[in-house]
């Protein structure tokens, strides 16, 4: 149990293109999912925490414009990345808490975004 | 403030021990975890210790918290060229629900 699917895996778009990227909560309900962003060989770094049915919560630094986050039901979230640029390509991975505290969170598989 | 440390790369024999290490310094984190990233792929959460705890042992692994020093380490047990991949420690305040912050990540290689 306790699934997250993020799709797509990878994705190449051309610049000043959107690009949307889902992570779905497969078999739990999830009032909060997070969205990291990870450089080569580099850590996880918190984008934003989206909560369902309201605004989602931006880390100091991250361009809440540009990368738009909708969490319209409890099984879904969304990233938009807008207007992409080649330096917005990156890993970016969503998790979700199962409601199973302390076990930690679920994480989506990852979207590598390149953009050309 | 949140800084999670940890040394960027391990290489081991297969069969031998690994053992990762993480500082932390935030003194109010409640929870600890370890989690496994394989090439391309998103996280998978290995073990989780709580702050008052000294040790846990789950299978090959062992996980041992020194909260005094805000040390953390995780020990791999006969370790397999199919544990090759980034670890990363976290800590959260309050547990689940609460956003973790994560170490730098130690990329350990099992050789044969």
């Known amino acids: 149990g306790a699934v997250v699917s993020q799709h797509p895996s990878w994705v190449i778009c051309k610049s000043g293109t959107s690009v949307k990227i889902e992570c779905r909560s497969l078999?739990?309900?999830?009032?909060?999912m997070f969205w990291y962003r990870q450089f080569p060989k580099q850590s996880l770094m918190l984008m934003a925490t989206?909560?369902?049915?309201?605004?989602?919560?931006?880390e100091q630094g991250v361009e809440k414009d540009k990368f738009l986050i909708n969490h319209a039901s409890l099984t879904l979230s969304t990233l938009t990345v807008t207007s992409a640029h080649p330096e917005d390509s990156s890993f970016y991975i969503c998790?979700?808490?199962?409601?199973?505290?302390?076990?930690?969170?679920?994480f989506g598989s990852g979207t590598r975004l390149t953009v050309v | 403030g949140e800084d999670v440390e940890q040394s960027l790369f391990l290489s081991v024999r297969e069969g031998d021990s690994s053992v990762i290490n993480c500082t932390y310094t935030?003194?109010?984190?409640?929870?600890l975890y370890w989690y496994k990233q394989e090439p391309g792929a998103g996280l998978q959460l290995l073990t989780y210790?709580?702050?008052?705890?000294d040790m846990k042992q789950d299978q090959r692994l062992t996980v041992l918290l020194n909260k005094k020093d805000k040390h953390l380490s995780l020990r791999i047990a006969d370790t397999q060229t199919g544990d090759s991949a980034i670890y990363f420690c976290?800590?959260?305040?309050?547990?689940?629900?609460?956003?973790?912050?994560f170490g730098t990540g130690t990329q350990l290689k099992v050789e044969l």
């Open positions: 989206s909560n369902e049915g309201s605004k989602a919560t931006y």
């Open positions: 998790s979700a808490d199962p409601g199973r505290s302390p076990y930690g969170y679920t």
């Open positions: 935030d003194s109010s984190s409640t929870y």
């Open positions: 976290a800590e959260s305040i309050g547990g689940g629900g609460n956003k973790l912050t």
């Open positions: 078999d739990f309900q999830a009032t909060t």
């Open positions: 210790i709580f702050s008052n705890m």
